[in-house]
């Protein structure tokens, strides 16, 4: 499973750097979009990433809090108290993500005069 999440990282890294070398020329009055293209690329990617690896945990707690509760039918309560509290701590962390990543598109975007 490992193998394949790894490539397919490496399958889009691998994209993502190749992906300048098939730009056109920028036109002189076009710098300031191109940046602006940048940032909604960024936040996009740096979502993507977040909202994968979020997933992947969350999976993963859930998957241990019912094999610990399969295990110890008696710590249900507790098991469940940790797993409500880790889940909301890891769907925080992609919140935040998203909230940085409109901030950055926004902040550009309104810096260029685009918003």
């Known amino acids: 499973m490992m193998k394949k ?8 890294v691998a994209a993502g750097l190749a992906s300048p070398a098939y730009a056109q020329e920028a036109a002189a009055g076009a710098v300031a ?21 979020g997933a992947m945990a969350q999976g ?20 469940r108290g940790a797993l ?7 769907e925080s962390l992609v919140i ?4 940085v990543s409109l901030i950055i598109f926004f902040v ?4 260029l005069g685009l918003a």
């Not at 940048?38 to 993507?48: D, M, N, Q, S």
């Not at 409500?84 to 890891?90: E, P, S």
Request: glycine share 8%; no cysteine.
């Open 84 to 90: 409500l509290l880790g889940l909301v701590l890891i």
């Open 5 to 12: 999440v790894f490539a397919v990282f490496a399958l889009v």
């Open 33 to 53: 979009s191109n940046v602006t293209q940048w940032a909604v690329v960024t936040a996009g990617f740096a979502l993507a990433i977040a909202a994968a690896f």
């Open 60 to 79: 993963k707690a859930v998957s241990a809090a019912a094999e610990g509760i399969a295990r110890n039918p008696g710590a249900a309560e507790q098991i």
């Open 108 to 111: 550009r975007a309104g810096a």
């Open 96 to 99: 935040y993500v998203l909230l």
